[in-house]
C-alpha cells in the first residue's frame, strides 16, 4: 500500500514494531502495507497514586460551531485514581511519558489554536467493504483514525510506549507459572459513538442499542482477540494478525475496565521467560466493538448462548456472519474522528467532540477521495483541491511547468504555495517468486531471475533516481540490515549459466528454455501478476520480460485489478508477483512474511511458499533473545539467508517526494528535529500532527 502511500502504518502501534500489515500500496507501485502509529495523545504523568493529564477543554468557540482546543499551563486537572482498586503501585507503569505530546505540541500550537478545516487526500479505487479486518492499507488507516489501543508510540521515537486508552500498563509475575503478565487499566470515557441509519441500506432497521453511546470496555479488547484468533476467521489480516498473537496464552477481563494478558513461556536458563515483543504487541491491542458485531440489526444475538468466555474465539456461525456483516461498509468509532459516510466519491469523517484528547484531531474534518489513476489524483492537486501529494517518479519536469504557470501564481497569491520534503520510505518493492510452481522451486532458478533483472537502470530510467537498491528485508539505516552484503550483479550471461544447471536450455530452438518435469518438457513460460493501474508497476513489469526474454524466459504480464490481485496473493494462485512491503521498524520481527508454518496457510503473508529450516530457528531465537548484540547477529545471518535463497528479487525501497500546500503545518521528519524531540528515530513526516492555517 497509504496510499501513504505508505505513511505510516497498518495496526498502528505494531507497525513500528515489525508486524507488518497485509496490504496493496495503491500509489507508487502497488505497495503492501500497514496500518499508521497513532499520534498527538494526551499525556499521562505518574506522580504516587495520581496521574495528571492536559485538561481537554472542548467547547463551542464563541458560538461560531469550532470547537477550541485549549492547551495552556494552567488548564490542567488532577484525576484521582484511588477508587481504581486494581490498579497496584508497586509496580511501574510501562507507559511513559511523551514529552512531545505533553510540552512541545501544545507550544507548536499556540494558546488560541483552532482545529479547522477539512484535510483533504485522495486514494486509488474505492475498497469493497470497510470491515474491520479488510486488506486494504486504506482501510486500516481509516479504521485507525476512528479507534484506540492500549498504548501507542511515543512521538518519534521506536521501541517506546505512551498511554492511548490505557492509563497503566503494569508487567506482574503470574503467581502459578513465575512468568511475567500484563495487568492493564483502561480509562473509563471512551464510547463507541451512536449509528447513522443514512449510512445503511435503507432495508436495514436499527434496534434501539445502537443509536446510543456504548462505553468502551474490557470486553471489546479481548473480543478484538477472539475474533482475530478464531480460525474461522479467514479475512486476510486476522491471519496476518495470528502470527503475532498466537503466542497470547489467556485473556482475563477483571473488571470492565482493567484485563490480564498472559503470554505462553520458555524455561530458559533455568527461569521462565516470555517474548521479546510481549509488551510492545500487548501494548498494541485494540478493542472490537462488541455491542455492533456480537448482533445482527434487530438486537438479537448471532450466537444466542454467548455465555463461554470463549465462543467467539472459535464459533463458525458467528465467523461467517462476521465476514458478511450488515454493517461491513461502516466504521465503528470511538477514536479521536468518527467516520461520517462513504460514497461512491469519497469518504468523509469528522472530529469526535467527546475524545478525551483535543490534540488527536487538528482538523475539523478528514475527506479522502477515491479516484482511477495517479495522474487524477496529479490533476486535484494542481488545482488545490488536495493538501498533500507523492510526487511519481518522472514527474519533476510536470512540475517546473506547473510552477511556472499562471494558475500556481494565482495559488501562491491565495496563500496556497506549494514545499517539499524528501525522505526514504519504510518500503521495499520487489518480484516474488512462488516455489510451489515448477519454475520457482530453485533457489538457483530464483538467483538467476534477479541476475538477469538491471535493478539499477530501473532506478535511474523508470523511478528518475528516486529510490535505492537493497539487498533484504529490512531497513537500509536499521542496524538489522547487513551493509556489507553487496547486491546480486547484472549478468545475464550468469544467469544463462545457472538455468543451464538446473536443466533449462532451448532444446528446440524457439528461443524459450525448456527442461523434462515429470517426463514432459515444459517451456520456462510464466505470468507476472501486477496493479494494472499503477504506471510505475507497469513499466517496470514490462521491461522485467523484455530483460528475461533476452536470457529465453517467457514472462507473460498479468495486469490485474485490486481486488484480483489480492485474490491472487491470498489462494497463492501465481507464477510471480510485483508487489511491495512496508518494512517493520526496530525491533524487527520477519515471522510474518518468511516463517514457514504460513508457506502452504491460505491468507498468510508468506504467499510465495517460502521454507527454510535455520531461517525458522533464527525467528524463534529472535522472539526470546534480549540482547542487543546477539539480536543484530541473528538479523545479520538472517538477512544473508534471504540473500541466498532469493524468495524475492529484491528491486528497490522508493524515495518519496511529498508536495504539500504552504497552509499544512507540522510537516517535518522527527529524526531531523532533535531541537522538538530528543533521541527521535523516524525518518518521515507523521501525518497526524498536520493542521491547517487556513480554510
Given at each position: 500500500m497509504r496510499k501513504e502511500p505508505l505513511a505510516l502504518y497498518i495496526f498502528r502501534f505494531l507497525m513500528g514494531f515489525g508486524l507488518l500489515v497485509f496490504m496493496f500500496f495503491l500509489y507508487w507501485s502497488s505497495v503492501l502495507i500497514e496500518q499508521d502509529m497513532k499520534g498527538v495523545q494526551k499525556e499521562l504523568e505518574d506522580v504516587g497514586k495520581q496521574l495528571t493529564f492536559i485538561k481537554e477543554d472542548i467547547g463551542r468557540w464563541r458560538g461560531k460551531g469550532v470547537e477550541r482546543v485549549s492547551v495552556s499551563d494552567e488548564e490542567v486537572k488532577t484525576t484521582d485514581l484511588s477508587q481504581r482498586v486494581h490498579i497496584n503501585d508497586e509496580y511501574p507503569n510501562l507507559l511513559g511519558q511523551d514529552l512531545f505530546y505533553d510540552k512541545t505540541l501544545p507550544k507548536l500550537l499556540g494558546v488560541d489554536f483552532l482545529p479547522r478545516g477539512t484535510m483533504s487526500d485522495a486514494t486509488i479505487g474505492k475498497p469493497d467493504n470497510l470491515h474491520p479486518f479488510s486488506n486494504w492499507s486504506t482501510v486500516v488507516e481509516w479504521h485507525s483514525r476512528c479507534s484506540v489501543a492500549v498504548g501507542r508510540s511515543q512521538f518519534g521515537k521506536f521501541e517506546t510506549m505512551a498511554p492511548d486508552m490505557g492509563i497503566k500498563m503494569e508487567e506482574r509475575k503470574n503467581e502459578k507459572t513465575g512468568a511475567g503478565e500484563f495487568w492493564i487499566h483502561l480509562r473509563d470515557d471512551v464510547f463507541w459513538q451512536p449509528l447513522n441509519p443514512s449510512f445503511l441500506p435503507e432495508d436495514?432497521?436499527?434496534?434501539?442499542?445502537?443509536?446510543?453511546?456504548?462505553?468502551?470496555?474490557?470486553?471489546?479488547?479481548?473480543?478484538?482477540?477472539?475474533?482475530?484468533?478464531?480460525?474461522?476467521?479467514?479475512?486476510?489480516?486476522?491471519?496476518?494478525?495470528?502470527?503475532?498473537?498466537?503466542?497470547?496464552?489467556?485473556?482475563?477481563?477483571?473488571?470492565?475496565?482493567?484485563?490480564?494478558?498472559?503470554?505462553?513461556?520458555?524455561?530458559?536458563?533455568?527461569?521462565?521467560?516470555?517474548?521479546?515483543?510481549a509488551r510492545f504487541v500487548t501494548a498494541g491491542l485494540q478493542p472490537l466493538a462488541s455491542f455492533l458485531y456480537k448482533y445482527y440489526s434487530d438486537g438479537t444475538k448471532i450466537i444466542e448462548d454467548d455465555q463461554n468466555s470463549n465462543i467467539y474465539r472459535t464459533d463458525s456461525v458467528w465467523a461467517q456472519q462476521f465476514a458478511q456483516h450488515w454493517a461491513k461498509n461502516i466504521i465503528a468509532s470511538c477514536g479521536p474522528w468518527n467516520f461520517d459516510g462513504m460514497t461512491e466519491r469519497h469518504i468523509q469523517f469528522k472530529r469526535n467532540p467527546d475524545y478525551f484528547s483535543s490534540l488527536m484531531a487538528l482538523t475539523e474534518k478528514g475527506v479522502v477521495m477515491f479516484k482511477d489513476t495517479p495522474e487524477l489524483i496529479w490533476q486535484d492537486f494542481k488545482a488545490n483541491q488536495l493538501a498533500t501529494y507523492d510526487l511519481r517518479p518522472k514527474q519533476e519536469i510536470e512540475l517546473d511547468n506547473f510552477l511556472e504557470s499562471d494558475q500556481y501564481r494565482a495559488q501562491v497569491e491565495e496563500g496556497a504555495a506549494i514545499k517539499r520534503i524528501d525522505y526514504l520510505a519504510r518500503v521495499f518493492n520487489y518480484?516474488?517468486?512462488?516455489?510451489?510452481?515448477?519454475?520457482?522451486?530453485?533457489?538457483?532458478?530464483?538467483?538467476?531471475?534477479?541476475?538477469?533483472?538491471?535493478?539499477?537502470?530501473?532506478?535511474?530510467?523508470?523511478?528518475?533516481?528516486?529510490?535505492?537498491?537493497?539487498?533484504?528485508?529490512?531497513?537500509?539505516?536499521?542496524?538489522?540490515?547487513?551493509?556489507?552484503?553487496?547486491?546480486?550483479?547484472?549478468?545475464?550471461?550468469?544467469?544463462?549459466?545457472?538455468?543451464?544447471?538446473?536443466?533449462?536450455?532451448?532444446?528446440?530452438?524457439?528461443?524459450?528454455?525448456?527442461?523434462?518435469?515429470?517426463?514432459?518438457?515444459?517451456?520456462?513460460?510464466?505470468?507476472?501478476?501486477?496493479?494494472?493501474?499503477?504506471?510505475?508497476?507497469?513499466?517496470?513489469?514490462?521491461?522485467?520480460?523484455?530483460?528475461?526474454?533476452?536470457?529465453?524466459?517467457?514472462?507473460?504480464?498479468?495486469?490485474?485489478?485490486?481486488?484480483?490481485?489480492?485474490?491472487?496473493?491470498?489462494?497463492?494462485?501465481?507464477?510471480?508477483?510485483?508487489?511491495?512491503?512496508?518494512?517493520?521498524?526496530?525491533?524487527?520481527?520477519?515471522?510474518?512474511?518468511?516463517?514457514?508454518?504460513?508457506?502452504?496457510?491460505?491468507?498468510?503473508?508468506?504467499?510465495?511458499?517460502?521454507?527454510?529450516?535455520?531461517?525458522?530457528?533464527?525467528?524463534?531465537?529472535?522472539?526470546?533473545?534480549?540482547?542487543?548484540?546477539?539480536?543484530?547477529?541473528?538479523?545479520?545471518?538472517?538477512?544473508?539467508?534471504?540473500?541466498?535463497?532469493?524468495?524475492?528479487?529484491?528491486?528497490?525501497?522508493?524515495?518519496?517526494?511529498?508536495?504539500?500546500?504552504?497552509?499544512?503545518?507540522?510537516?517535518?521528519?522527527?529524526?531531523?528535529?532533535?531541537?522538538?524531540?530528543?533521541?527521535?528515530?523516524?525518518?518521515?513526516?507523521?501525518?497526524?500532527?498536520?493542521?491547517l492555517k487556513r480554510q
Open positions: 436495514i432497521k436499527l434496534a434501539p442499542q445502537f443509536l446510543k453511546k456504548n462505553p468502551v470496555t474490557a470486553e471489546d479488547f479481548k473480543f478484538y482477540y477472539d475474533a482475530v484468533m478464531n480460525p474461522h476467521n479467514q479475512a486476510p489480516r486476522a491471519v496476518s494478525l495470528r502470527t503475532y498473537f498466537g503466542d497470547i496464552e489467556e485473556i482475563e477481563i477483571i473488571d470492565p475496565y482493567t484485563f490480564v494478558v498472559r503470554w505462553k513461556h520458555k524455561i530458559i536458563d533455568g527461569k521462565p521467560q516470555i517474548q521479546y515483543n518480484i516474488g517468486w512462488n516455489q510451489t510452481t515448477p519454475y520457482f522451486a530453485s533457489k538457483k532458478v530464483r538467483q538467476a531471475m534477479t541476475m538477469a533483472i538491471d535493478r539499477e537502470r530501473i532506478i535511474r530510467q523508470n523511478l528518475n533516481g528516486m529510490a535505492i537498491e537493497i539487498t533484504g528485508p529490512f531497513l537500509t539505516t536499521s542496524p538489522s540490515y547487513d551493509s556489507s552484503i553487496q547486491p546480486w550483479p547484472y549478468d545475464p550471461s550468469g544467469a544463462r549459466m545457472l538455468l543451464e544447471e538446473e536443466g533449462w536450455y532451448d532444446s528446440d530452438g524457439d528461443g524459450i528454455i525448456d527442461k523434462e518435469i515429470d517426463g514432459q518438457r515444459i517451456p520456462f513460460s510464466f505470468r507476472l501478476t501486477y496493479f494494472v493501474k499503477a504506471p510505475v508497476t507497469k513499466a517496470i513489469c514490462e521491461y522485467v520480460a523484455t530483460a528475461l526474454k533476452e536470457i529465453g524466459v517467457a514472462c507473460q504480464l498479468n495486469g490485474v485489478d485490486m481486488a484480483d490481485l489480492s485474490a491472487a496473493f491470498d489462494d497463492k494462485s501465481f507464477d510471480a508477483l510485483c508487489l511491495g512491503w512496508a518494512m517493520g521498524s526496530p525491533p524487527e520481527n520477519p515471522r510474518q512474511i518468511w516463517y514457514s508454518a504460513g508457506a502452504k496457510e491460505k491468507g498468510s503473508s508468506n504467499a510465495i511458499g517460502f521454507k527454510n529450516a535455520e531461517a525458522d530457528a533464527i525467528i524463534d531465537q529472535l522472539d526470546y533473545e534480549s540482547n542487543h548484540k546477539k539480536r543484530i547477529e541473528l538479523y545479520h545471518r538472517f538477512h544473508r539467508i534471504i540473500f541466498d535463497e532469493q524468495p524475492y528479487t529484491f528491486l528497490y525501497s522508493p524515495k518519496i517526494a511529498m508536495m504539500y500546500r504552504e497552509f499544512v503545518q507540522n510537516v517535518f521528519i522527527p529524526a531531523d528535529r532533535q531541537d522538538l524531540i530528543p533521541g527521535a528515530n523516524v525518518e518521515e513526516p507523521q501525518s497526524s500532527i498536520f493542521w
